[in-house]
């Protein structure tokens, strides 16, 4: 079979649609879609959840994210922050008058943070992609 394509017929889309994506909790493509938005965030200043959510489908149109979800990755980063700095002043979940929000701490140590998270859930994106590419069919095997 040879290996030479020809230039797609005069009227043929030039971009294909992307199916639909519902975000789910512990992907890291979903994660690393959340922390971009989080990383985009004023500093100091409370975000509800929803706001923060309807900001993402409003970003992603080909996929559909869930406040839950959202919550979850974002419990994922306080628990991380916790982890790191032993403190919960960096990444604050509070319920507010208006809903449950989300505040960054405003300071230089946020933004190396928030890219470190960033990296980690690219890494495994780029590992999953890679993982799927082994596989020589779709249904997995080997």
Known sequence: ??????????????????????????????????????????????????????RLNAAHLDWLFTRSVVVSVLVTLQANWMTDYRNASGIVLSEGPGGATLTIEDSSRVDPWIVRQAMREEADCREALAEFARRDRVAGGG
């Open 1 to 54: 079979m040879s290996e030479a394509t020809r230039p797609a017929p005069t009227g043929f889309p030039g971009v294909l649609p992307a199916p639909p994506v519902i975000a789910e909790s512990g992907d890291p493509f979903t994660s690393l879609r959340v922390i971009d938005a989080v990383a985009r965030m004023e500093r100091g200043v409370p975000v509800r959840f929803d706001d923060l959510v309807a």
